[in-house]
């Protein structure tokens, strides 16, 4: 039987269709020849998933997301997932989506749970995402941003200030007080050097005079230990004791006891003694104008002149 030229036409056709359509399904994700399990899942946000993303379980892949699209009703993204795979996924069950690397595209976890019914073809799992490690690290330095850019507007703001105080007469003055700085130092090097050359010149004196400090310094080390070993408290209480005795003495003559606190309280004392001075006195006065009075040496017996009382009597009865 030969076939004609109209039915080789139309199985060649019918072929290329049959071809195209597998190799579109193939691109699109889908294979025509493999029995799959179409679960579904909704998320706020799929940010950097799509369509041939595989979908793992422990690390293995058992499958690959077939579609996303946007729920009109809920306004979440609704994903397709078609999984290969004889493991037994419950309905509880959370797919997380994830980010292997940092340079990578984003996958879906699923998370098995022991509990509740076994997932059958169109039903839905628990939506879950995980940060990625640049996620992560974006949610932590927003905060540091923030700072950052404070810091740097406060920067800004200082060296407006600086450049608004720092005017022409500002920087003149600055350049007139380096300069004068720079004169300060170079006479402190200048005095530096004299100082250095004054004590390279007098280091004999100088090490005489450590050397005098040094043996004052044995001296009084000496002195102190000596000091240490006398008895001070003795001394002290001694001191203590004639100090005593000499208030109380002093009380006595206050009090008019004794010969001096009598001289110097009993008034009958004070009158005799003044009256006793002034006649020594005049006896004396009257001893030096008339000796012959009091001392009479005669070879012939001549007879003591008869008392006559001093005309210059200076003294005051």
């Given amino acids: 039987m030969k076939l004609t030229r109209e039915i080789k036409t139309a199985i060649l056709v019918t072929s290329a269709i049959l071809l195209f359509i597998w190799g579109y399904s193939f691109l699109k994700g889908r294979d025509l020849f493999v029995n799959y399990k179409t679960l579904y899942v909704e998320y706020p946000n799929v940010e950097g998933l799509s369509v041939s993303a595989p979908v793992t379980i422990n690390g293995l892949v058992i499958g690959k997301v077939s579609s996303i699209k946007i729920n009109n009703e809920t306004t979440k993204v609704r994903v397709e997932m078609q999984i290969k795979s004889d493991f037994p996924i419950k309905k509880t069950s959370v797919a997380e989506i994830y980010a292997p690397s940092p340079i990578g595209g984003k996958q879906i976890a699923i998370l098995p749970t022991k509990d509740g019914a076994d997932a059958v073809d169109g039903d839905e799992l628990i939506s879950s995402s995980k940060l990625g490690l640049t996620d992560e690290l974006a949610k932590q330095i927003e905060p540091l941003k923030d700072k950052i850019t404070k810091l740097l507007d406060n920067a800004n703001v200082m060296l407006e200030n600086i450049n608004q105080v720092l005017d022409a007469k500002s920087k003149e003055n600055l350049k007139s007080s380096l300069a004068n700085l720079n004169e300060t130092l170079a006479q402190f090097k200048t005095a530096s050097t004299q100082v250095n050359t ?96 009091y001392v009479n040496v005669s070879l012939f017996g001549k007879k003591n002149k008869p008392y006559t009382a001093p005309v210059n009597d200076t003294i005051k009865k």
């Fill in 198 to 293: 004054m004590l390279a010149e007098n280091k004999s004196k100088i090490s005489g005079t450590m050397s005098n400090v040094e043996k004052a310094s044995a001296n009084f080390s000496k002195v102190s230990d000596s000091l240490a070993k006398a008895n001070i408290g003795q001394t002290v209480k001694n001191l203590e004791k004639t100090l005593s005795n000499v208030d109380k003495m002093m009380g006595d003559m206050q009090a008019g006891k004794g010969t001096m606190g009598k001289l110097m309280k009993d008034d009958v004392l004070y009158t005799n003694f003044n009256k006793t001075s002034k006649e020594l006195e005049l006896l004396l006065q009257d001893l030096r104008l008339n000796p012959t009075r």
